[in-house]
């Protein structure tokens, strides 16, 4: 049984600021970003919509862009004739069937082109203060090294988590777990002997040799010492 309530409040005092890092001012821009941010990263983006925005202002100036002319505009985000087309039907949905407004519910924002329960959730957090659990690559990696989950499915993993998490903390729960996978539990090479959450992760623990009953911190400083301790015997300082 892990101790959510210790695990919460590492990664509270961890990533104090944690919070979403593309650049937005209302949900429809959100919504675009989010679209463009698959397979790129959030600075390249960024990059990318400072000028898109001030070209494209409403739903209306999706669903009327000529595909072409959009795909060129997104392009350095990768992927862009799939981004392109969803951005065009997305438009064309949200003037059809909510005004251009982009709605606040997740069972009708996964019903447009190209969005999915994780970009629902990014949004709902993000630009309207709903709580959601937004599982990405990090997300997905960070709670299954944690042992939080047994499912790689992330819709499964959104409901483990949903049972863990109290609801308030959802979003930044999120916020908080991709800046973790991002700047120390790596997809490779993960930084588990800087990690603060070492002692509550299963992954960690093993690959470090520190599972299995006792403090890890004081296995993980004999193991130095050790290991220090053979450095000398191999260079004639010890017995
Ligand atoms: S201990 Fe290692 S595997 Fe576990 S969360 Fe930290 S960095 Fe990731």
């Known amino acids: 049984m892990k101790d959510m309530a210790a695990i919460l409040e590492i990664l509270e005092k961890s990533y104090p600021n944690a919070k979403c890092s593309l650049d937005f001012t209302d949900p429809l821009e959100l919504l675009v970003a989010t679209v463009l941010s698959a397979q790129c990263t959030d600075e390249r983006v960024n990059r990318v919509s400072k000028d898109l925005f001030k070209k494209y202002r409403s739903a209306q100036d999706y669903a009327s862009a000529p595909l072409q002319e959009l795909e060129e505009d997104i392009r350095p985000t990768g992927f862009f004739r799939n981004k392109a087309k969803s951005l065009k039907s997305c438009g064309i949905s949200l003037m059809e069937r909510f005004h251009g407004q982009v709605p606040r519910t997740l069972d009708e924002l996964v019903t447009l082109p190209g969005i999915g329960r994780k970009t629902a959730n990014v949004i709902l957090g993000t630009a309207f203060d709903t709580p959601g659990i937004v599982v990405d690559t990090h997300v997905g990696r960070v709670v299954q090294r944690l042992g939080l989950t047994r499912h790689q499915d992330p819709v499964k993993i959104e409901f483990d988590l949903m049972e863990l998490i109290p609801r308030e903390r959802w979003t930044r729960f999120s916020h908080e777990l991709i800046w973790h996978g ?34 890890p911190v004081a296995r993980r400083a004999k193991s130095a010492a050790k290991h220090q301790l053979a450095g000398l015997r191999r260079k004639g300082g010890g017995r």
């Not at 120390?184 to 299995?212: F, S, V």
């Open 182 to 215: 991002r700047q120390i539990c790596t997809a490779r090479n993960p930084k588990c002997p800087q990690c603060p959450l070492l002692e509550h992760c299963d992954y960690g623990r093993e690959a470090l040799g520190t599972r299995g009953g006792g403090d």
